[in-house]
């Protein structure tokens, strides 16, 4: 009988940004690229020149792209107004979206540059994993459903998701994945995203891992994780950006009757998937801060894995040490937990006081020993395929259209503003 010798295992090295946003990130193209390179080059002296690196950004670090062009509208200081403004200002555009593709004025006015904020978002993210040579997980956007017609991209009607994208160091496209469990905020009546599909979750092997996407809320969900495990997960990506004060209550609690700390709810996603799962050892969890209009984000990145590879007693605040955790961003502060809770509603949009948006940003990295357990590559969907060649240069965007019965539209609408008088 022949033997056949043991694959050596690999080390790689994981990176996880916590920025900080502002509105006014977002109101122009350059402003987003600058924001978005700060957060390479704050990953810069972590890179490794000897193993792969793994760079992981925030959960929809491209919703606020909807704001380019309007930064006369953040005046109005809070998301509900500002986009009610911007969907008027932008009528032209909005308005046909709303009644040929029948959604929500909030979804029509992200559908109505998504585009563009689209090619933005993963042309600026390509150019990046070039620069570094990273393997980049951009983090998540709002993103529409492509296929490819010609040397065009062609959208389907209605469909936004909350999507993550994966690049490898040349720019190349590696696979993309939806969010399937969608917050109430991420729902109709908030920002109206398009649920993702259980059934298209995958796994993509990489130099860098077999790499599966669980972002923000699906990292919580066992059918999620259940699905990813049984496809070889090896490396968990949890991008996030969390709605609310980190030393708040949990929002979404499973039981209502008893609602605990969110940090404490917290453990239930990456800590808990490493500590307990035989196939994913390791998790990367981002997380977005900053005071984004009315909205308040705010958190503690970490990297997880086995507790026996991390095992130094350590964990978000108001929760008790434990191991589990490689790298962990220290929260704004300590105290007891009456202190803890008030500093975060001190630190939240809109609070008045003199520590209001004062975060912490930080940048986290460890390396990943890793098994050689090779996966065969899934294949490409067609909106795959699409923003593969979008990224090459091999089809474009659609263009904008400005409907001749919109703009008769439009016209009936402000005729009535036309005939006053002074």
């Not at 916590?18 to 690229?33: E, L």
């Not at 925030?58 to 998301?79: D, M, S, Y």
């Not at 469990?181 to 092997?205: C, I, K, M, S």
Request: net charge neutral.
């Amino acid at each position: 009988m022949t033997s056949h010798p043991t694959a050596p295992d690999r080390v790689v090295r994981a990176v996880a940004v916590q920025p900080k946003w502002h509105a006014h990130d977002f109101t122009d193209a350059d402003a987003f690229r600058r924001w978005m390179r700060a957060q390479l080059e704050a990953a810069r002296p972590h890179l490794s020149a000897d193993h792969p690196t793994l760079v992981v950004l925030t959960e929809l670090n491209g919703l606020p792209l909807v704001l380019r062009g309007g930064h006369w509208a953040l005046r109005l200081r809070t998301f509900e107004r500002v986009a009610l403004a911007l969907f008027l200002a932008r009528l032209p555009r909005t308005l046909p979206i709303l009644l040929r593709e029948r959604v929500s004025p909030i979804r029509a006015l992200q559908l109505a540059g998504i585009d563009e904020n689209t090619a933005l978002y993963l042309h600026t993210c390509r150019d990046l994993a070039r620069e570094y040579g990273v393997y980049l997980c951009c983090g998540s956007a709002p993103t529409p459903r492509y296929r490819v017609r010609g040397r065009q991209l062609t959208r389907a009607p209605g469909i936004l998701t909350n999507q993550t994208v994966l690049l490898d160091p040349q720019g190349d496209l590696i696979g993309v994945t939806d969010k399937v469990h969608l917050t109430p905020d991420e729902q109709a009546g908030g920002v109206d995203l398009t649920p993702g599909d259980l059934n298209e979750l995958r796994v993509f092997p990489t130099p860098a891992g077999n790499l599966g996407v669980a972002i923000s809320l699906d990292a919580f969900r066992p059918d999620v994780i259940g699905t990813l495990e049984a496809q070889g997960c090896t490396v968990l990506l949890q991008p996030d950006a969390n709605g609310s004060p980190w030393t708040a209550k949990e929002g979404l609690p499973p039981d209502p009757a008893h609602i605990r700390d969110q940090t404490v709810a917290w453990l239930e996603s990456s800590w808990q998937v490493t500590s307990t799962s035989a196939q994913i050892r390791y998790a990367v969890n981002p997380m977005v801060v900053g005071n984004l209009l009315d909205l308040t984000f705010d958190g503690q990145s970490a990297i997880t894995g086995p507790p026996e590879q991390a095992p130094q007693p350590r964990s978000y605040v108001l929760t008790d040490p434990r191991p589990g955790f490689l790298a962990l961003t220290p929260w704004v502060e300590d105290g007891t937990p009456d202190h803890l809770r008030q500093a975060g509603l001190n630190r939240a949009a809109h609070s008045g006081h003199p520590l209001e948006n004062q975060y912490r940003t930080d940048t986290l990295h460890a390396d990943l020993t890793l098994p050689a357990t090779p996966l065969t590559p899934p294949e490409p969907t067609p909106h795959e395929t699409a923003l593969r060649a979008l990224l090459r240069g091999e089809a474009h965007a659609p263009r904008p259209r400005l409907w001749p019965w919109a703009l008769a539209a439009l016209t009936l609408l402000t005729l009535p503003l036309l005939r006053r008088r002074p």
